[in-house]
């Protein structure tokens, strides 16, 4: 369908303010790649990358005495002592990461450096292979040119999405894959081709070894076909079985690693059992569908869960009300319905911190899932079922077993909004599709107009926001390395301890420290007496209930806290900054 008939005089305006709105997209990926905080997760990376395990590196720096910036940099660069193979042999210890995306960033690092914009700058190209991708797929979903111009813009200056393009992580790849397999899938039922299948089968074997969560996304696309197909209609499924059964083939290598090394897998994952709070859960799926369009400041006194749920009752309130609006407008007038809705917010504010930052921010996220919401039951009320179905069951692909496998274990995989990118890729359709075609048919053009252009006003505002600031969703502890790191380095001879279990902090840390500064990683609760006087400045970085015990036991030392991590949840483990000197007599 084309859209220009449609709106005349609007020819070259939406290309060009579309141009404009990718470009502006590409300059928020780039920019400023060297001075974002580059936290554990990247580390991680980079450790492996370089021909290292994580264990190795810590055990190594426990033997070692003080070192400089320098020797722990080594760990992340790629040198002659660690070849191709030392590379993929640390993969083989992290058997819960799929390797593709960290085999390409060792041939990355190779052929242009291996300096923090270089390593970010691979996610920051694989991340522009989702606009062709979710074009793609709009254009499957759809065939309107509009719709997937709009998700284009959409994508383009989503925040969130330009915070994971500047991360050296896989997460820009597997957005990628994630489209590429579900356009696939819908072309391949609709060729029934062998070529077309086999080109299912590909996308699905670089997913995979993009991320293994992509295997639930399979599994949903699996469903859908049951859910969309009429029996007769069984050699699309057959087709599609083969097909999974290929990719399944092609992926045993990685399965026999993950096989193989099932312990490790269970270690490395630990974190995400235990701490289980539903209401942790709601906060994060509504704080990632928030995410796809804006990232406002959150007030330090606000609670993001207390905060979510009130989002949560006013969106149904919002829809309750249109609807006894529209039923009960002639007994209800308009001024009863702004006083119950005063009435309600007031009551409200009694049960959430409010200031100007807070109401700005509520009232903007209440728009973006007020949207979202009737988007989603737009797209399910107006186009064919065979079409929505596919939104949904992406939707549904990872939220339903993490949250399922959570509750078995007790856990918090769910709260992880990197996790959640199917969800968000789902809504960002149903979005696309409800502005395309209100612009078209509805009788209030401007006004969608109007919301189109907000919305990207708040993707623009929010992208120059975090030109200099890393999104505490993105970096977790780590974004209060500057803070920590500009009360180091306000002074000379510094030594700054951390116990082994936090090495890959100190590892972070390093990178905002000045090249001054000494390191000592050291074994749990051990004697510190023989750093003091070698040093004027000595900090410990996150010490341990037993450190801090131990060194108040000694009455010659004074100990104190020099920085302390704001926190949103009880579930949070931040960072924190003490100085320990002998005490003056």
């Not at 554990?40 to 990376?45: G, K, L, M, N, Q």
């Not at 007038?333 to 200031?355: M, Q």
Request: glycine content about 4%; overall charge positive; charged content about 15%.
């Amino acid at each position: 369908m084309s859209y220009k008939k449609y709106l005349p005089g609007l020819n070259s305006t939406p290309v060009i303010l579309l141009i404009t709105v990718i470009l502006l997209g590409l300059f928020f990926r780039f920019a400023n790649l060297e001075n974002k905080v580059f936290w554990v997760d990247e580390i991680a990376t980079a450790v492996r990358v370089s021909g290292y395990t994580i264990p190795e590196v810590t055990k190594d720096l426990v033997q070692q005495d003080i070192v400089t910036g320098d020797v722990l940099f080594s760990y992340q660069t790629i040198s002659s002592d660690k070849t191709f193979l030392d590379s993929m042999a640390a993969l083989t210890k992290s058997p819960e990461h799929a390797p593709l995306y960290f085999i390409l960033t060792r041939v990355w690092m190779q052929l242009w450096g291996d300096s923090i914009t270089v390593m970010r700058s691979l996610s920051v190209y694989l991340s522009l292979l989702v606009l062709p991708c979710l074009y793609w797929l709009c254009r499957e979903l759809f065939n309107q040119p509009l719709v997937s111009s709009i998700a284009i813009g959409l994508i383009s200056i989503s925040p969130f999405y330009v915070a994971y393009a500047q991360e050296a992580r896989p997460y820009s790849l597997w957005t990628g894959t994630i489209l590429l397999s579900c356009a696939a899938l819908l072309r391949a039922v609709r060729l029934n081709s062998k070529q077309s299948w086999l080109q299912y089968s590909l996308c699905l074997i670089i997913s995979f070894y993009t991320s293994l969560f992509s295997l639930y996304i399979a599994f949903f696309q699996g469903i859908y076909l049951v859910l969309v197909l009429a029996p007769k209609k069984y050699q699309l499924l057959r087709n599609y079985a083969i097909s999974f059964f290929v990719a399944i083939v092609a992926f045993l290598p990685w399965v026999i690693i993950i096989i193989n090394h099932l312990d490790l897998l269970h270690e490395n994952t630990s974190w995400m059992r235990g701490n289980f709070n539903p209401a942790d859960i709601i906060a994060v799926f509504i704080g990632t569908n928030l995410l796809i369009f804006g990232d406002l400041p959150i007030s330090q006194n606000s609670n993001p869960i207390q905060i979510a749920v009130v989002l949560v009752i006013l969106v149904l309130a919002i829809f309750m009300g249109a609807k006894f609006y529209t039923n009960y407008q002639n007994k209800f007038p308009k001024l009863v319905l702004l006083f119950l809705s005063v009435t309600s917010i007031f009551l409200l504010s009694n049960y959430i911190y409010l200031d100007w930052t807070t109401i700005i921010g509520a009232g903007v996220a209440l728009g973006i899932l007020s949207l979202s919401a009737y988007s989603i039951y737009y797209v399910i009320t107006h186009i064919k079922r065979d079409r929505w179905l596919l939104i949904i069951t992406l939707m549904l692909s990872l939220p339903v077993p993490l949250v399922l496998t959570d509750i078995i274990n007790q856990g918090q995989g769910s709260t992880a909004p990197r996790y959640l990118i199917p969800l968000q890729l789902g809504i960002l359709i149903a979005v696309a599709y409800t502005l395309a075609n209100k612009l078209i048919i509805s009788k209030q053009q401007k006004n969608w107009q109007i919301i189109i252009l907000a919305f990207i006003t708040l993707g623009i505002f929010s992208n120059i926001r975090n030109l200099n600031l890393s999104p505490f969703y993105q970096k977790g502890r780590n974004i209060n390395n500057p803070a920590i790191a500009k009360i180091i380095n306000q002074n000379n001879s510094v030594l700054v301890i951390v116990e082994s279990s936090e090495a890959m902090d100190l590892l972070s840390l390093a990178h905002s420290l000045n090249p001054a500064v000494k390191y000592k990683v050291i074994p749990p609760a051990i004697d510190l007496s023989k750093y003091i006087n070698r040093f004027e400045n000595i900090y410990l970085l996150k010490p341990s209930a037993i450190l801090k015990q131990k060194l108040r036991q000694k009455p010659d030392l004074d100990i104190k806290r020099l920085y302390q991590s704001h926190v949103f949840s009880a579930d949070q483990f931040p960072l924190d900054l003490w100085n320990i000197k002998e005490k003056v007599n």
